[in-house]
């Protein structure tokens, strides 16, 4: 079942503003997080990503931060822009035999930017 | 390079019909994973192929199933097709298992219908 969930489903900013999007996880043996962002009538496609020893990891306009202790991990989007529309999924890889897993994904956030 | 093609695009059944579902992961890319994504919904875990093996499944019954080719292709056959199996399904590929740097690229998704 589900072990990644997100607390927000919908998310509305204007543009320019900065943008935290929200996703708890339940697998504290989870050694690696991903954030993709989806498109309509897209696949997923990679943002960020970030590993169990490191608290904060930083791209361009976006950062992941991570909170082990609360089991907890955010997006946030620098100066949000209209092409940050889409719905973002945090995944966590699920371990199976040694570091090797599979991804598993929380239910997604939609992020509509107003102009 | 091409990215993980998927085929075909849009594909509709009648319900208790079969679909077989193909996947062409990135050159180089051994891992082949299989998503459902119901309409509004997450990701969920279906399957993941590796060096040709069936490394672990979803909470999916058994008329899920897939095979992965010796070039690393692979296929999602879905027997006796339900009304509620109608959705997004994604392929994605990565090197050897996700490990903790691995990234997991998607294709674009075949989207089944069932009548």
């Known amino acids: 079942g589900e072990s990644v969930g997100l607390h927000l489903p919908t998310l509305s900013v204007q543009e320019g503003d900065n943008s935290i999007i929200n996703c708890a996880y339940s697998n504290s043996a989870s050694d690696y997080f991903i954030w993709y962002k989806q498109e309509s009538g897209k696949g997923p496609q990679f943002i960020i990503d970030i590993r169990s020893n490191m608290d904060k990891r930083q791209g361009q306009r976006v950062t992941v931060l991570l909170n082990k202790t609360v089991k907890h991990l955010s997006l946030q989007i620098a100066a949000t822009q209209p092409g940050d529309s889409a719905v973002y999924f945090c995944?966590?890889?699920?371990?199976?035999?040694?570091?090797?897993?599979?991804?598993?994904f929380g239910k997604g956030t939609k992020l509509s930017v107003k102009p | 390079e091409a990215g993980v093609t998927q085929s075909p695009t849009h594909l509709i059944k009648t319900r208790g019909q079969q679909a077989t579902l193909r996947c062409s992961p990135i050159?180089?890319?051994?891992?082949v994973y299989w998503y459902q994504q119901a309409l509004g919904l997450g990701l969920q875990f279906l399957l993941w192929?590796?060096?040709?093996?069936?490394?672990n499944r979803g909470n999916f019954p058994p008329r899920f199933s897939g095979r992965q080719f010796p070039n690393y292709s692979s296929e999602l056959n879905v027997n006796a097709l339900e009304l509620e199996d109608s959705a997004l399904y994604l392929c994605?590929?990565?090197?050897?298992?996700?490990?903790?740097?691995?990234?997991?690229?998607f294709g674009q998704g075949t989207r089944l219908t069932v009548v």
């Open positions: 050159s180089g890319h051994t891992s």
């Open positions: 994605a590929s990565s090197l050897a298992g996700f490990t903790r740097s691995t990234e997991a690229f």
């Open positions: 192929y590796d060096e040709g093996e069936e490394r």
């Open positions: 995944a966590e890889k699920e371990n199976y035999g040694g570091s090797q897993g599979n991804l598993i």
